[in-house]
């Protein structure tokens, strides 16, 4: 599962901005759920429109983290990637 800094890292690289309460929401259960905390708000298109617009004020950028989100958390090799480019780039600064 992808950090909650590789996510931030994601949404600074491709929408300009970090959404950290898109994030934090999406993993909430993770405490009481583990491994198993994306049976609860993943993959769920409606409901990442619906806390886009309670957190952002409907903002299409928050959506995009959402689904990101989705993305990456679906996606190992993809995760990876994004991770070792993060590394990459840190290293360079």
């Known amino acids: 599962m992808p950090s909650r800094r590789l996510h931030l ?21 993770w405490v ?15 409901e990442n429109a619906y806390i886009s617009c309670l957190l952002y004020r409907c903002s299409v950028k928050a959506f ?4 990101l989100h989705d993305v990456f958390d679906a996606d190992k090799m993809l995760s990876w990637i994004a991770e070792q480019y993060r590394k990459a780039k840190s290293k360079a600064i």
């Open 32 to 46: 009481r759920l583990g491994r198993r905390h994306r049976v609860k708000h993943h993959y769920n298109t409606w």
């Open 9 to 29: 890292f994601i949404d600074r690289e491709i929408l300009g901005r970090e959404y950290p309460l898109v994030h934090m929401y999406k993993d909430s259960e």
């Open 64 to 67: 995009l983290s959402a689904e």
